[in-house]
C-alpha cells in the first residue's frame, strides 16, 4: 500500500474549482497530526514547485501563486490533507503532488501524483 494516495484531479475550465485530497493509509494518527506536509506541482517541462506548506506547528505558506485562491485543510483524524483551488487558471495545469515529513524523521515520502487540467 503506498504511503500517500492522492485523488481529486480532473479536467476543469478557467475558472472552476477543484479539491484534491492526499490520505496516508499507513500512518497512524499521532504521527500524522505532528508531520508536516505540502502539495507541490509539475507542469510538462517545469521543474516541479511548492504550492502550500504546513509544517508541523500548523504553520502555512502559500506560493504567489496560490495566494487568495487557493486553501489547505488537515484533517488529523483522517489523516487526509485536502487542498481546495478556486478560480482555476490554465497555469494551473500540472501533476499534483502530495508529501510528508512524518513527525520524529527527516524522511520525506511523496505520493503518485493527480493530474489537474484547466481548459476550456
Known amino acids: 500500500q503506498a504511503y500517500l494516495v492522492e485523488s481529486g484531479g480532473g479536467l476543469v475550465q478557467p475558472g472552476g474549482s477543484l479539491r484534491l485530497s492526499c490520505v496516508a493509509p499507513?500512518?497512524?494518527?499521532?504521527?500524522?497530526?505532528?508531520?508536516?506536509m505540502g502539495w507541490y506541482r509539475q507542469a510538462p517541462g517545469k521543474e516541479r514547485e511548492l504550492v502550500v506548506n504546513?509544517?508541523?506547528?500548523?504553520?502555512?505558506r502559500f506560493s504567489d501563486s496560490a495566494k487568495g485562491r487557493f486553501t489547505v485543510s488537515k484533517d488529523n483524524s483522517k489523516k487526509k490533507l485536502h487542498l481546495q483551488m478556486n478560480n482555476l487558471e490554465p497555469e494551473d495545469t500540472a501533476v499534483y503532488y502530495c508529501?510528508?515529513?512524518?513527525?520524529?524523521?527527516?524522511?520525506?515520502?511523496w505520493g503518485q501524483g493527480t493530474q489537474v487540467t484547466v481548459s476550456s
Open positions: 508529501k510528508i515529513r512524518p513527525y520524529g524523521s527527516s524522511q520525506e515520502y
Open positions: 504546513i509544517d508541523n506547528s500548523g504553520t502555512v
Open positions: 499507513r500512518m497512524i494518527t499521532s504521527t500524522f497530526s505532528g508531520s508536516s
